[in-house]
């Protein structure tokens, strides 16, 4: 994992538990400012990147976090000054687990990362949200979204229908006539686990640069790991014999059962493989069955209670993680387990749920358990944040 020397200023919005922030710092960009409302996850990004006594270890960087409404915060006075504006709005009103209210949904922050954009006029910018925009039922108002972020400037008015605005934006878009501020965007779906993320987890992204950065950018949604790369070695390589797993647990599953019998062991997928939960969490004590062990380490305590019904079935061993979820309603984490060849299943540690998103081991989170894995249910991994970073940042440089 490499740090990038360069600094560049940046700005964080709706940061949650700071997994975007994260791998945007591992590619160079340092923010200004932090914004985030929930206490909770605050805590979480203090704890981590806040001002330390001078008896405690110096964090990577400080982050000036704002704890509170994005929609009282300025952000005039960094106008020019930016390099780039990050952050997921709340993905509620998109996510395929939610109510699917989008646009007439009081919780859509997208607005005001449009407004942050305006203002600050930043050279580029980064938004994730879930893959559930891109749901066939919310396509133009995915296309609403990537207009105004493309001409931030061209606002609606007062009372206007969001239909109507987004007339006048299409119509805007088209003009040969464009004055004003204006951004190149693309968007893509990413699955994180093929980024090196031991976890299915998909992601739209809104990526934009700004008219005069000539930037050239690109982005492979295929990445460098692939599921046959995964699958061929279990199937032929040393997989089950370098995790020292027994030949009775040694399964495959779905659709990596029915890949397996196509596979030939002469043709070996160049792509890196798909990195497992196994992978990611065995050198970790069970925090079930080694309690004591367990409790020496930050944030890995057992969490009784897990238990299989229709949906919720866990996460095999052997595969990437299924994603982890925050638990918008039920009960929180309700499908975040792991599941043994067995067929018994428990909890993921609040530990063991950062690792799969790829959070660095010394990072703390706050709350309660059901709190915790509400903020990483909801974080962007940090290793897919990197590789989107340092992407965007060397356009920056070339641009420059």
């Known amino acids: 994992m490499s740090t990038q020397s360069t600094k560049r200023a940046s700005v964080e919005l709706f940061a949650g538990a700071g997994g975007l922030g ?21 805590d979480t990004l203090r704890d981590n990147h806040g001002v330390l006594t001078e008896n405690e270890p110096v964090p990577a960087a400080t982050w000036h976090v704002i704890e509170g409404d994005v929609r009282k915060v300025g952000f005039k006075d960094l106008e020019g000054k930016l390099d780039l504006i990050s952050g997921g709005p709340p993905c509620q009103p998109f996510s395929l687990g939610g109510q699917h209210r989008a646009f007439d949904d009081a919780r859509d ?20 949200n879930v893959k559930g925009l891109t749901r066939a039922s919310f ?5 609403y979204v990537k207009l105004q972020l493309e001409h931030p400037e061209l606002i609606s008015k007062k009372n206007e229908d969001w239909q109507d605005h987004l007339a006048r934006l299409e119509q805007h878009h088209t003009s040969t006539n464009r004055d004003g501020l204006h951004y190149k965007v693309v968007t893509k779906l990413l699955n994180s686990a093929n980024f090196g993320v031991p976890q299915r987890r998909e992601r739209v992204l809104f990526v934009g640069f700004r008219d005069d950065v000539n930037a050239k950018w690109s ?14 070695d279990q199937t032929f390589g040393d997989y089950w014999d370098r995790n020292e797993i027994s030949k009775h647990d040694r ?112 990072y703390r989170l706050h709350g309660a358990w059901s709190e915790c894995m509400r903020q990483l249910g909801n974080a962007v991994p940090v290793e897919l944040a990197r590789v989107i970073g340092e992407s965007v940042a060397k356009q920056l440089d070339e641009a420059a």
């Open 22 to 42: 994260i791998g945007l710092a591992q590619a160079g960009f340092e923010p200004e400012m932090v914004v985030e409302f929930n206490k909770w996850c605050c």
């Open 109 to 128: 922050m997208f607005p005001q990362a449009v407004r942050a954009v305006r203002e600050a006029r930043p050279r580029a910018f980064v938004f994730e």
């Open 139 to 143: 396509m133009s108002y995915f296309e």
């Open 219 to 232: 982005f492979k949604e295929e990445g460098s790991h692939t599921q046959a790369a995964l699958v061929w």
């Open 251 to 362: 399964v495959l599953e779905g659709r990596a059962k029915l890949m397996a019998k196509r596979l030939s062991k002469d043709e070996k997928p160049e792509s890196l493989p798909w990195r497992t939960t196994r992978e990611a969490i065995m050198d970790l004590p069970d925090p079930e069955k080694a309690p004591k062990a367990a409790a020496k380490i930050d944030n890995h305590r057992f969490q009784p209670g897990a238990r299989v019904y229709p949906g919720h079935t866990g996460s095999f061993l052997d595969e990437p993680s299924k994603t982890l979820k925050a638990g918008v309603h039920g009960v929180p984490g309700g499908e975040n387990m792991l599941r043994r060849a067995d067929g018994s299943v428990r909890y993921f540690s609040t530990r063991e749920a950062a690792r799969i998103q790829t959070f660095p081991d010394d």
